[in-house]
């Protein structure tokens, strides 16, 4: 049973859920209770051999609330 990250296109809520099984409809935002989320692409829990730990990791992209303008 895995965790998928979750991004919420209402308030930008950014969170993990455990889902289990592929075909189960995508949970609510628990920010806004939007059902308008997406799941995204996680970052790695195994870093390769000779990997840098350092700054310049992933970045989530900056996101606008909806209907923000």
Same mark, same amino acid.
């Given at each position: ?20 099984? $592929? ?7 628990? =920010?806004?209770?939007?059902? @308008?989320? *997406? ?8 870093? $390769? ?7 310049? =990791?992933?970045?989530?992209? @900056?996101? *606008? ?5």
């Amino acid at each position: 049973m895995p965790i998928y990250e979750f991004l919420c296109e209402n308030c930008c809520c950014q969170f993990e859920e455990l889902v289990l099984t $592929p075909t189960d409809p995508p949970p609510k935002c628990p =920010g806004c209770q939007s059902e @308008a989320v *997406k799941k995204i692409m996680s970052a790695g829990a195994i870093r $390769p051999k000779g990997i840098a730990t350092g700054a310049g =990791g992933f970045k989530a992209p @900056a996101c *606008k609330p909806a209907g923000g303008g």
